[in-house]
Every structure is written in structure tokens, then in C-alpha cells.
């Protein structure tokens, strides 16, 4: 079986195990206010519209391939990764004013629609990031209770839940980074691989499969090892997800393909098309950037200079560079094998031949 199949037979398993979860909370949060009964409701929303499920999927298939004991508790707790993932993209969408996730309305949207309708002082835009922002709290706080909560040895819990710390922290660091690049006048490669490596590569890659692997009794060592695979398989996911998110279908992906440009994202597609375009090319782009109102005609002026100055075709060689560089990595050690072993050759592959 392909990582494509293994990973939608997987979305299937976990997503009844996070809408039960979440049919435990709600009630909770209902005895608390109705604020909070539908803060949660939203959450639950939020959390189960339609996604790949990668990153629940590498914890899962690690901890298998470390030859973990329990993989029935593993399942089950993998969907706390799923929701720290939330939290991340409901304080991301804020950060970058989008108003679409996966299709639907961001949370901060959401809550100013709220205002809209229910209140009439002071400000919906502010009222809504306002309560998006604590949503998003609340939701990292629920997920790391599922692994606190789990059925794993303490000790286990804790270094997992230490490197989860840890690397969250590495995380807030790369969105510091993303954040600043967006305003700078110039940024280099190099600049946005850091971005890459400590933002998406971190928590996409790296924080589901180091959890895995420690809950399963990983070592130091074991955990170095499929660190040299996350780091460089996450940043061959980024470049693609900016590629998607220039070229991709904005049916598919959930979101506008032309975001990127509106928050004047230096991606590397922009990077290498303004070294290697003409004056007027350059001119383009740099209009292009952060224009809160660009028009698919205008993008498209820009996805053409992306074509014509080969940024494209460079940054589709980086992403195989990328995965060679992480299925090396596994190479090392022969032993891991089995369904988790497979998985995890199989999916690097496809997240670089994926539409959304």
C-alpha cells in the first residue's frame, strides 16, 4: 500500500477517535458558560473539516516502527498532536489575516461575525482575534491533557512531553522569523530555510515523530536519527506547500492561492525569481507583495515570471533534494522496518507530489 492510501485509511481511524474526544469536552465547557460551551464547539469544527492528518500519521507510524507495545493507546493519542495543530493555525491565521482555513471561516472570523450579530461595542476585528487567541490557548492545553492523560509510563509522558515543550518554543521562534521576513526589505535563501526548518519542519516533522518515538522507548540516538529525517523531509513539505500555495487549486487547498502574495510572503519562488528576473520582472513582484488587493490577474502576471525565470523548477529540484537527503537518513538504520518503516519512506515522496 502507498503512503497516500495508508495515510486516508488512518485519517478514517483517528478522526471518529477526535470528534469522541471532543463530544467529552464540549459537555464540560458547557457547564462552565455558553461562551465557553461554544468556544469549544467552534474548536471541534475547526479541528475535524478536512485535512491530512500528516503529522497525527508520523507520531502514529513511528511509534509502530519503533516497535512500540501499545499502538491501540498510540492511536488514540495521536490525535493530541492534530489539536495542537489547531492552536497553531488559529494564532497563525491571525497573525496573517486570512480569512479561509481548510475551507471554511478562520476562528477570528468567525468570532467577529459574532460580535456583529450578538454585540455592538467597541471593535468585531479586535473581538474576534481577541477570543481566537484564547481559543487557540485553550486548545494547545487540551491536547497536551490527552497525552498527560494517556496510558503510557510517566516517565515516558514526561520526555515526551518535554521535547513537545521544547520544541513548540523552536516553533514560536520560526514564526517570529516568518513574521519579520514579511516586512524586510530583502531576505536570502538561507533566511527562509531557518524559517522552514524551525517553524514548519519542527512541528511538522519533527515533534510528531520525536513523541512517537520516545513513547515507544526510543533512545537519544534513535531520536537524533529521525531528527536527520524530519528536518529535511518538513522543509521539502514547506516548499511545496508554497508552491501549492502559489499554483494549487484554491478549491482544494481551502484557502485563496493568492495569500502568499497578499502577506508578502518571501517564499523561495519569489526569492529566486527576483535574483534571476529583469528589471520589469523584479518591479512585478515587488508591486505584487504585500498588496492587500491583488487580483488573480495580477498573481498570475507573477506565477508567469515564477515559470520564466526557472524559480519554479529550482525550488521543485530543492524538495528532492530534501527527500533524498531524509530517506538517507533512515538508511542508517536498516533495523526499523515493517508498516512504519514504509510509511515513513513513502510519505516524504508524496508530500512533494501532493495537490493540497
Known sequence: MDAKQTLEQFRNKLEPLLDEYFDQVVPQA????????????????????????????????????LRGKNSEEALRVSAFIEIIQSYLLIHDDVMDQDALRRGGATIHTIYADVHRQQYGMQDPVHFGESMAINLGDIACHLACDILTDSDFDAPLKVKALS????????????????????????????????????????????????????????????????????????????????????????????????????????????????ENGTPKQVKTITQALGNHNITQKDADKVRQIIRDTGSLEYSQEQTRKFVAQAKAALETRLEWQGEGREFLDGVADYMINREY
Open 30 to 65: 458547557k457547564n462552565i458558560s455558553p461562551v465557553a460551551h461554544s468556544a469549544v464547539t467552534y474548536l471541534k469544527e475547526y479541528t475535524l473539516r478536512k485535512a491530512k492528518r500528516l503529522r497525527a500519521a508520523l507520531m502514529y507510524y513511528t511509534y509502530l516502527m
Open 163 to 274: 521535547k513537545l515543550h521544547k520544541q513548540i518554543v523552536t516553533v514560536g521562534y520560526g514564526q517570529m522569523l516568518d513574521v519579520v521576513g514579511s516586512v524586510r526589505k530583502s531576505v536570502s535563501e538561507e533566511d527562509v530555510f531557518l524559517v522552514h526548518e524551525f517553524k514548519t519542519a519542527t512541528y511538522t516533522y519533527e515533534t510528531p515523530i520525536s513523541v512517537g518515538a520516545i513513547l515507544a522507548g526510543a533512545t537519544d540516538d534513535d531520536v537524533k536519527v529521525l531528527t536527520d529525517y524530519a528536518i529535511p523531509a518538513g522543509i521539502a513539505f514547506q516548499i511545496q506547500d508554497d508552491i501549492l500555495g502559489m499554483f494549487g487549486d484554491e478549491e482544494k487547498l481551502g484557502k485563496a492561492n493568492t495569500s502568499d502574495l497578499r502577506e508578502g510572503k518571501h517564499t523561495l519562488l519569489i526569492i529566486k525569481a527576483l
